[in-house]
């Protein structure tokens, strides 16, 4: 059970839990609005590495939320920039499968995008993928390319469904390489550190919001965070009675968990 007492900051995760591809979820606004009207802070924090965190600033104003700033956005690709600059001196030769959000934080930071003599390879979500951008991909891996995922969701919440993610063009290139990845994005710590730092507040005193039991739940109780599962994105009841994962209180959506907040 949540004590809403003891929540001092709040994490959330945006498809799923925010909206599915441009339809917001309900709730979306009533919930920025509870969150300021308690002066909590809050990040969002998002597996999808194919969008940079202006495009989500750009995305939440036209949905009509004003007033987040772009470091309050946290997504598997600022995450691994933060790898990248840790342990590649800037201008790296770097190669990049995945949308153009990807790219532009790679270079940003000071890395040297190709196609040939890559010293890494990063993966992350490219709705326009091809076979050739995977066969590119995965020579440069063999041929000695270090190989980084953003993240490894096999699928993505769409208005029509469930979708294929990352993780599916992620487990492509490892069956075609015979490599593993190193992961960043949740459920490893990295990102969830991340958020901590930025809204200095105690694990324990936390809240992931997420829609993914293996991901966002998971991830965040490694941590120490205190977890809600919305039923609006991935996760369903059926995976709640079989999974071995459970969050601290589960709500049909937004609008039930705050009228469990009082």
């Not at 007033?67 to 946290?74: A, H, N, P």
Request: charged share 15%.
């Amino acid at each position: 059970m949540l004590n809403f007492t003891e929540i001092h900051s709040v994490v959330m995760d945006m498809d799923g839990v925010l909206w599915l591809g441009d339809t917001p979820l309900p709730g979306f606004a009533a919930f920025f609005e509870h969150l300021r009207a308690r002066n909590l802070p809050f990040a969002l924090a998002t597996n999808n590495s194919s969008k940079a965190p202006a495009d989500y600033i750009a995305k939440l104003e036209r949905l009509g939320i004003t007033g987040i700033d772009e470091f309050q956005i946290l997504t598997s690709g600022t995450t691994a920039i933060s790898y990248l600059k840790t342990n590649y001196p800037a201008g790296s030769l770097m190669h990049v499968l995945g949308g153009d959000g990807l790219r532009n934080l790679i270079t940003n930071a000071g890395f040297t995008l190709t196609d040939h003599g890559a010293q890494a390879v990063i993966v992350g979500l490219d709705p326009h993928l091809t076979y050739e951008k995977l066969r590119r991909a995965a020579l440069l891996i063999r041929a000695g390319a270090n190989f980084i995922a953003t993240n490894t969701d096999a699928t993505i919440p769409s208005p029509d469904g469930l979708a294929p993610g990352a993780g599916s063009i992620v487990a492509a290139l490892k069956t075609a390489t015979d490599c593993t990845p190193t992961e960043m994005g949740k459920p490893h710590a990295p990102m969830f550190q991340a958020a901590l730092q930025l809204l200095n507040t105690p694990a324990e005193n936390t809240l992931m919001i997420g829609d993914r039991l293996n991901t966002d739940i998971a991830g965040a109780q490694n941590v120490g965070l205190r977890t809600a599962l919305v039923l609006t994105g991935v996760a369903t009841q059926f995976d709640l009675v079989t999974s071995l994962v459970q969050p601290d209180a589960v709500y049909a959506d937004l609008p039930a968990l705050m009228a469990a907040w009082k």
